[in-house]
Each structure stands twice: as C-alpha cells, then as structure tokens.
C-alpha cells in the first residue's frame, strides 16, 4: 500500500528520521483511516534510511522534530480514533444498500468539528515540523514528496516550490 497524502509522508519521513525504523513502524501503528494511513511497513523501512540520509538533520533538529511530535501525535491519535470510532458504529447499523440521506446527512454534520479540528491539528503540526527544516532540507523534502506521489497530484501548496 502507499502513504496516502503529502501530509502523511512528511510526518512519515519527519518522524522516521528521529525514532529510526523499528520505532517509528510501531509509532505509526494505527488504524487504517489514522492520521497517517495504511503504511506499508516494509516500504516505509526503505523510506526511512533514504529520508534520513537526504534530510541530515542535525541533533538539535531531531530533538526540536521529537518535541513537536510528543505534543502533537497524541491529540491527532485521539481525534483520529473518535472519528474512526464514530464511523464504525454507523455502518456497523447501516448496510450499503441501506441509505436514508437526512440520517447520513446527519451523522457527517456530527462528526465534521471533530474532522475539521484533525485537518488542522494535522496541518499545524506539518507547519511546525517543515518551520524546524533550513531552506535546503526543505527543497530536499519537496523532491521527496514529489517521489513518493500519492496519485492525487501535489497537496498542500508542493507544486508551489521549485528546489
């Protein structure tokens, strides 16, 4: 499987570089709708010794990456696991052929706040970790992105760059 947005390969990328591959395949072990997705452990193995190589971050950068990350993974965990939560109990009562438009209407107007409050926490912490890059390991991780490709084109403003 690929990583399914821009957002989550920084994160992926980002978090590898400072807890190595065996801590960030089980840091990012989470449902298959989490903040990062289905993650292809193997492929991100090789991601991660290739990020690492290209980004060199240097220690105060890894220990700045570490910090923004225990603050900030836990509350998009938490958001992801309700909203994850909220969408199995509705289809577990619901079959496919099942459809009450006002009803599905009305369950994603329930869980809207708690899905814009992920979009966001997800975008402030990619904002914090890309302000800790210098302007090189920024363009590093431009052409990153743009390798991996999520098959939706450019997020988040990446087609803007040119490194």
Do not use: C, K
């Amino acid at each position: 499987m690929r990583i399914r947005s821009t957002r989550a390969a920084v994160a992926t990328l980002l978090l590898a570089t400072v807890l190595g591959a065996a801590g960030a395949g089980a840091t990012l072990a989470a449902p298959a709708d989490g903040p990062l997705g289905d993650v292809d452990l193997e492929r991100l193995q090789r991601l991660l010794s290739r990020a690492a190589e290209l980004l060199e971050l240097t220690p105060v950068q890894r220990a700045e990456i570490a910090l923004i990350l225990a603050e900030e993974l836990p509350g998009i965990r938490d958001l992801a696991d309700q909203l994850a939560a909220a969408r199995s109990d509705y289809w577990s009562g619901h079959e496919l052929g099942d459809f009450d438009e006002d009803e599905y209407r009305s369950f994603l107007a329930s869980i809207s706040a708690a899905e814009t409050d992920l979009r966001v926490a997800s975008v402030r912490t990619m904002s914090r970790l890309w302000n800790v890059l210098d302007s090189e390991q920024q363009r590093r991780l431009l052409r990153l992105i743009r390798a991996l490709g999520d098959g939706n084109g450019p997020r988040h403003g990446a087609d803007r760059f040119s490194p």
